[in-house]
């Protein structure tokens, strides 16, 4: 429930950054300023800040005071809207939209792979070619490890899950032995 009202609200924002950015050729700009504001504003020192609580006058100066040379006039616009719907809270669902739209346009795909053991490169990147075969996307392919899955991988992206851990499959049987007794 909380993602899907964080959503509703930041949504727009990030479909506003990217689409301006996009028009105004500066989408790695943007991607690089927002992920040093939202960076910046996770420091608890912050808070107070990032939440608003400060009043938008002292919140705009704060911000120009901090940030001011190390971001462009049209992106300090932005934070400045944000500031004032009192939205600054949100910067990093808004960056993480930001970067789901700019994937999207570049017919990126988001694949998660867990596995019990840390794969090479060399390993990684077959997965990652075979991926790119099979949904015909470029593929971001992030790597976790999870001990606890024994061997074998978990692969998974927005829509659909193929579990093929040995964790599950000890599941499996043991609910088919417990079934056919």
């Given at each position: 429930?909380?993602?899907?009202y964080t959503k509703k609200m930041s949504y727009?924002?990030?479909?506003?950054?990217?689409?301006?950015?996009?028009?105004?050729?500066?989408?790695?700009?943007?991607?690089?300023?927002?992920?040093?504001?939202?960076?910046?504003?996770?420091?608890?020192?912050?808070?107070?800040?990032?939440?608003?609580?400060?009043?938008?006058?002292?919140?705009?100066?704060?911000?120009?005071?901090?940030?001011?040379?190390?971001?462009?006039?049209?992106?300090?616009?932005?934070?400045?809207?944000?500031?004032?719907?009192?939205?600054?809270?949100?910067?990093?669902?808004?960056?993480?939209?930001?970067?789901?739209?700019?994937?999207?346009?570049?017919?990126?795909?988001?694949?998660?792979?867990?596995?019990?053991?840390?794969?090479?490169?060399?390993?990684?990147?077959?997965?990652?070619?075979?991926?790119?075969?099979?949904?015909?996307?470029?593929?971001?392919?992030?790597?976790?490890?999870?001990?606890?899955?024994?061997?074998?991988?978990?692969?998974?992206?927005?829509?659909?899950?193929?579990?093929?851990?040995?964790?599950?499959?000890?599941?499996?049987?043991?609910?088919?032995?417990?079934?056919?007794?």
């Amino acid at each position: 429930m909380l993602y899907k009202y964080t959503k509703k609200m930041s949504y727009p924002y990030s479909k506003a950054a990217f689409f301006f950015s996009k028009e105004n050729d500066c989408i790695i700009q943007w991607h690089t300023m927002l992920t040093f504001i939202a960076k910046s504003l996770q420091n608890p020192l912050l808070k107070n800040f990032k939440l608003g609580i400060l009043g938008n006058t002292y919140s705009i100066f704060f911000f120009n005071k901090i940030f001011g040379k190390y971001i462009d006039k049209k992106f300090n616009n932005f934070i400045k809207i944000l500031i004032e719907n009192k939205r600054l809270f949100l910067i990093n669902k808004i960056l993480y939209f930001f970067i789901e739209l700019w994937q999207k346009e570049q017919k990126i795909k988001k694949i998660e792979i867990t596995t019990a053991t840390k794969l090479n490169n060399i390993q990684l990147q077959k997965i990652q070619l075979c991926l790119e075969k099979k949904f015909l996307k470029n593929i971001n392919l992030i790597h976790k490890i999870d001990p606890s899955i024994i061997g074998g991988m978990i692969i998974k992206n927005n829509m659909q899950s193929l579990d093929g851990s040995v964790k599950k499959y000890l599941y499996n049987l043991k609910f088919f032995l417990q079934k056919s007794l």
